[in-house]
């Protein structure tokens, strides 16, 4: 308030002022200010600096009509105030007192009037540090603390979680595996698994003991390599402004958002979940891999106004992958596989070419 009263008694000044007005007003100011300051250093009451509401009124009104209002104004705040306070007292059966503009010690909840107790009293006995800061209320009292919860979905990669999910296996089975003893895998498996986190024509068919057909895991593979492209398509579809249609389609909808969501839709799908789906060689068919995003698409338009840009995004995605899909139609198997063999010979030519130019560089 020092400091409004500052700019109100420079406002006094304008270009008509006289340098002798304008050097005597600021020495009383300087002079002022150093009187307080002295005021302070010396331990007096501060409560003298603090300005009443008449004071502030006769600062801040320019008319004897601004100052009328402005008092009117206070009374009625006044008023009001009081009532309000009276009727919270009566509320919460609180003894009724004048209210002050600080909130004193009574008006503090039980619950930290306790724990404000507790603290002093433990400070008074040394069980306490009275300089830190870290206060565990129910540590301090005696009462054992909280067990921590441990969330077991922590310990596993996103895509261990779903296919953990997608199998049935349960918290109870989660926490077994965790606690049970890592069995070493057989080096052709490991380099298998390895091999299997990232759809590429390079991959290396390995063989193990997997009771799984051996053509069959090949063919998926073969298949997956082409429908990777067909993802990747996807995922980079832009609209003229340049936003991702993709982006509202990575993960489900949240439940907390949209809690209706899974009543109106049953059998929800993502982008999230065929990506994964893919890098595990999931898919053994066109009809297959294109019925996951029919999925997505037709639950968006069950779920959705059909002239929202949510359901125009989902329209153009399917459009998108009709149109990656169709060569791959009009091939033969044989052929894919042909082109799939192809493919993965020039991805070791042109590897091997990137080897060879890096040992020459070095």
Known sequence: MNMNNLVVEAGKFNNKSKEAERRAMLESLIKMEQEEAAHASNGDDESSNVLLDDEINAMMALTDEELALYHRLDAERKTREAKEWEDYCKQYNVPHSPR????????????????????????????HDKDSWNFDMEAVAGKPRKRKEMSYRDQFTDAEFVKMCEDGVDEEEM????????????????????????VDPNAIDVEDNSTEDDASRRERKMLCYYYKKVYDAV????DQSGRYRSELYMEKPSPVDYPDYYNIVTDPMDLVTIKERLEQYYYASHDQFEGDFNLMVGNAQLYNHPESLVVFDALEIDKCVKTKMKPLHLKTMDQIAAAYEKAKKDHKRRSKNRKDKKRRHH
């Not at 503009?101 to 433990?122: F, G, Q, T, Y």
């Open 175 to 198: 926490k077994a595996e965790l606690k049970s003893p890592a069995e070493p895998k057989p080096a052709g498996k490991r380099k298998r698994e390895e091999d299997e986190e990232f």
């Open 100 to 127: 002050t503009r600080l909130m004193s010690e009574k008006d503090a909840p039980v619950w930290l009037r306790e724990a404000n107790e507790i603290m002093e009293h433990d400070i008074a006995t040394g069980k």
């Open 235 to 238: 995922i980079k579809l832009k």
